[in-house]
């Protein structure tokens, strides 16, 4: 009896061993939530592997795989998170390939009377909502854009940092700040913003979502099967439908 008990748990715990191998972990942007979340389906449906999803402000992923969580995908809102995960070593060879691209604009309450249409008008806003602009890839693409038009310094004292940029988006839906800078990916997701101008291209530094596996996971060939479902056809149109471009891949990156 007590082999047949020792037996059972020595099933049981590689049970769970292999449900865990078919199991992605994966650690995103949260500004991807709802493309990831339909596409999840979609890829057990083509692979026979789960997704779970991890979403958030990139900087945070990008420390919480440094510091050792086991994730097998990081998909990143900016490439200096990737450039730091890639630096510790963490990224499996020749799996980092830039996914997706993404604009910045600048929404109000929808119900707000305030015209907005230049730079300039921010000026008279009491306050902005940024994810944090010394971390968060969409507040340091934010600030980037406001430092070249020469209004970082006038505003930063109006600005509310988020934790995120879903947070931000919140703010301006609640009407706790005047207006926002977030993706035109999270605007378009609200009823209760309206976009009151798009930050032209190129006065905002190249955005890029890279996504890469790593060496720490506990279901790598999930991670890899996740990466690859990402670059099909089919998940693309689902990324288009949702807002997100798809930018030149960089050199020397390649499908893993």
Same mark, same amino acid.
């Given at each position: 009896?007590?082999?047949?008990?020792?037996?059972?748990?020595?099933?049981?715990?590689?049970?769970?061993?292999?449900?865990?191998?078919?199991?992605?972990?994966?650690?995103?942007?949260?500004?991807?939530?709802?493309?990831?979340?339909?596409?999840?389906?979609?890829?057990?449906? /083509?692979? %026979?592997?789960?997704?779970?999803?991890?979403? !958030?402000?990139?900087?945070?992923?990008?420390?919480?795989?440094?510091? =050792?969580?086991?994730? &097998?995908?990081?998909?990143?809102?900016?490439? /200096?998170?990737?450039?730091? +995960?890639?630096? @510790? =070593?963490?990224?499996?060879?020749?799996?980092?390939? $830039?996914?997706?691209?993404?604009?910045?604009?600048?929404?109000?309450?929808? &119900?707000?009377?305030?015209?907005?249409?230049?730079?300039?008008?921010?000026?008279?806003?009491?306050?902005?909502?940024? @994810? $944090?602009?010394?971390?968060?890839?969409? %507040?340091?693409? @934010?600030?980037?854009?406001?430092?070249?038009? =020469?209004?970082?310094?006038?505003?930063?004292?109006?600005?509310?940092?988020?934790?995120?940029?879903?947070?931000?988006?919140?703010?301006?839906?609640? !009407?706790?700040?005047?207006?926002?800078?977030?993706?035109?990916? &999270? /605007?378009?997701?609200?009823?209760?913003?309206?976009?009151?101008?798009?930050?032209?291209?190129?006065?905002?530094?190249?955005?890029?979502?890279?996504?890469?596996?790593?060496?720490?996971?506990?279901?790598?060939?999930?991670?890899?099967?996740?990466?690859?479902?990402?670059?099909?056809?089919?998940?693309?149109? +689902?990324?288009?439908?949702? %807002?997100? %471009?798809?930018?030149?891949?960089?050199? =020397?990156?390649?499908?893993?």
């Amino acid at each position: 009896m007590r082999h047949l008990t020792l037996l059972c748990a020595v099933v049981t715990l590689l049970a769970g061993s292999l449900a865990r191998a078919d199991k992605a972990l994966v650690f995103a942007a949260v500004s991807t939530t709802d493309a990831l979340q339909e596409l999840a389906p979609a890829f057990t449906k /083509a692979t %026979g592997h789960t997704v779970e999803f991890s979403l !958030g402000a990139s900087s945070d992923l990008a420390r919480q795989v440094i510091a =050792g969580a086991p994730a &097998d995908v990081f998909l990143s809102a900016d490439e /200096a998170q990737m450039d730091a +995960v890639e630096k @510790a =070593g963490l990224i499996a060879p020749a799996t980092r390939v $830039d996914l997706l691209s993404n604009r910045l604009v600048v929404v109000v309450p929808a &119900d707000a009377k305030t015209k907005l249409s230049t730079p300039s008008a921010l000026r008279g806003l009491k306050r902005l909502s940024l @994810a $944090d602009p010394e971390a968060v890839p969409a %507040g340091v693409y @934010a600030k980037a854009w406001l430092v070249k038009v =020469g209004l970082w310094k006038e505003l930063a004292p109006k600005v509310i940092p988020a934790l995120d940029v879903r947070a931000a988006l919140a703010a301006v839906e609640t !009407g706790r700040v005047d207006a926002g800078v977030v993706y035109s990916t &999270d /605007a378009a997701h609200s009823k209760r913003v309206r976009v009151a101008f798009q930050v032209p291209e190129q006065d905002v530094p190249r955005i890029a979502y890279p996504a890469a596996v790593l060496t720490r996971g506990d279901a790598t060939e999930a991670g890899r099967a996740f990466v690859r479902f990402l670059q099909s056809d089919a998940a693309r149109k +689902v990324f288009a439908r949702h %807002g997100f %471009g798809t930018p030149a891949v960089a050199p =020397g990156t390649r499908a893993p």
